[in-house]
């Protein structure tokens, strides 16, 4: 399993790794899950949140 942290850059699998995104921080879901408070590098004003299962760290694969 990955660790993630904040500021890792990473991309969504769920969106085919289109955008890149850096964690702005973590927080629970409804259901107390752990999500990603997730902003795109591109796009200042692009902020989602997302599930940890769906993240994939884009340095540990040698995409950036």
Same mark, same amino acid.
């Given at each position: 399993? %990955? +660790? =993630?942290?904040?500021?890792? +850059?990473?991309?969504?699998? $769920? $969106?085919? *790794?289109?955008? !890149? =995104?850096?964690?702005?921080?973590?927080?629970?879901? *409804? &259901?107390?899950?752990?999500?990603?408070? +997730?902003?795109?590098? #591109? *796009?200042? %004003?692009? !902020?989602? &949140?997302?599930? !940890?299962? *769906?993240?994939?760290? !884009?340095? $540990? #694969?040698?995409? +950036?």
């Amino acid at each position: 399993m %990955t +660790l =993630f942290k904040v500021g890792d +850059l990473v991309v969504r699998k $769920s $969106s085919n *790794d289109d955008i !890149i =995104f850096c964690i702005m921080d973590f927080k629970a879901d *409804d &259901e107390g899950r752990c999500t990603a408070v +997730l902003k795109a590098i #591109y *796009d200042k %004003t692009f !902020i989602v &949140e997302a599930p !940890i299962n *769906d993240l994939r760290n !884009i340095i $540990s #694969y040698g995409k +950036l």
